[in-house]
C-alpha cells in the first residue's frame, strides 16, 4: 500500500518553507510521496484575504513540478465548501483505496485540532503528523499513539510575510522557487 502525507494549505503562495517541510517529509518521513492539497477557502481564514484560487493552485505546480515525490492534489476545488478536512480525506480514500493517507500539520493547528469539524474520527482513522512551529511547542510524550511528531529543521517564513514583502516592493526571491516568483513578478 502506498503511504502519502497530505499537506493540506492555502499555500498563500507557496514557499521555501513549505517545500523545505515537505522534502524533509519524504526524505526522512517514511513516506512515498507528498500531495499538496490546496484549500481554496479553509473555514479559519478570511476567503478575502486569500489569492485567486486558480493562481493559487497553479503557482504550487511550479513549485513541485521537478520533484517526482510531489504531487498537487485540488480534491478541495472539487468539493462544498468551506472545505472540511474530514470531507476531503474520505472522498481521497474513496478514490485512492490502495493508498494509507496520514495529514500533514503544523503545531498551531495541533492546537486549534480539537475545534475542527469531526477532530476525534479524524485521529481514530488516520495518521497526524505534526511539524513544530517555534510559538506552539509539543511535549511528543503527551501526542495520542498515531499522531507522530517531525523533527525537521524549523523554517520561519510565513506567506504573510511574503505577501507584506510583495506589496512593499521588496526582492524576496530566496524566499519561494524560482519558477513561483518569476508568476509572481509577472
Known sequence: MKKVALYFGSFNP??????ALANYVCEYGGIDELWFVVSPHNPFKHEADLMDD????????????????????????????????IHTLDYLREQHPDTEFALLIGSDNWEMFPHWYEAERIMSEYSVLIYPRPEYPIDASSLPENITLVEAPLFEVSSTFIRQAMREGRDVRYFLHPAVYERLKS
Not at 507557496?14 to 517545500?19: D, K, N, S, T, Y
Not at 468539493?79 to 478536512?85: N, W
Open 14 to 19: 507557496i514557499h521555501i518553507g513549505h517545500l
Open 54 to 85: 486558480d493562481l493559487r493552485l497553479e503557482l504550487v505546480r511550479l513549485a513541485t513540478q521537478d520533484y517526482p515525490r510531489f504531487q498537487v492534489c485540488d480534491a478541495e476545488f472539487h468539493l462544498t465548501r468551506p472545505s472540511y478536512t
